[in-house]
């Protein structure tokens, strides 16, 4: 009686980078056989398709397992996974206070609420769209929640959002900011 042995696949899988969650699919099929064996490989993992590409909107903000599974012509299998990280897209959102009368000194605060659903650190650019603005009162801010004196008119103040990564950006405006 002979013995037949089958050879299992041995397996190499490239790092994956990091990708936007605002970001197109990426190819994510970086799985290798190393020992010459013949047969099929395939990839899963949330947002990933069997040809290995990998859909960061569809997969969501997080860290994910990516799996590359390969089995022989005689039927060995094995897998290797890596994981990827998608970064959230921000959601720019701010307040301002109710339209009406501007204190004595004309100072109107604004509130930041824009959020991270993975809790990144954010950058801030606001442009208060004063065209009155100037050296001792300019038309843009990076801080978090920042204050512009402002005469009577009507303004639109636009807040962009930027994450640490830098790869992620959002835009709220509010229109008619009237005081």
């Known amino acids: 009686?002979?013995?037949?042995?089958?050879?299992?696949?041995?397996?190499?899988?490239?790092?994956?980078?990091?990708?936007?969650?605002?970001?197109?699919?990426?190819?994510?099929?970086?799985?290798?056989?190393?020992?010459?064996?013949?047969?099929?490989?395939?990839?899963?993992?949330?947002?990933t398709s069997a040809a290995g590409q990998f859909d960061p909107a569809a997969a969501g903000p997080g860290l994910h397992t990516v799996w590359y599974v390969f089995t022989t012509a005689d039927g060995c299998?094995?897998?290797?996974?890596?994981?990827?990280?998608?970064?959230?897209?921000?959601?720019?959102?701010?307040?301002?206070?109710?339209?009406?009368?501007?204190?004595?000194?004309?100072?109107?605060?604004?509130?930041?609420?824009?959020?991270?659903?993975?809790?990144?650190?954010?950058?801030?650019?606001?442009?208060?769209?004063?065209?009155n603005a100037g050296t001792g009162n300019p038309n843009t801010s990076t801080l978090r929640d920042p204050q512009h004196d402002y005469r009577e008119g009507t303004f639109n103040v636009k807040l962009t959002v930027t994450t640490a990564n830098g790869c992620a950006k959002d835009t709220t405006v509010q229109a008619k900011f009237a005081l």
């Open 1 to 47: 009686m002979a013995l037949i042995f089958k050879v299992k696949p041995a397996l190499a899988f490239g790092v994956l980078d990091s990708v936007c969650q605002s970001a197109a699919a990426v190819s994510v099929a970086k799985g290798s056989v190393t020992n010459g064996v013949t047969g099929t490989g395939t990839y899963k993992g949330p947002g």
């Open 77 to 131: 299998s094995d897998s290797l996974s890596r994981t990827i990280r998608v970064w959230a897209r921000p959601t720019a959102a701010f307040t301002i206070p109710s339209a009406g009368c501007l204190p004595p000194n004309g100072r109107v605060a604004f509130t930041n609420t824009s959020t991270s659903a993975d809790n990144q650190a954010m950058t801030w650019l606001w442009d208060f769209g004063d065209p």
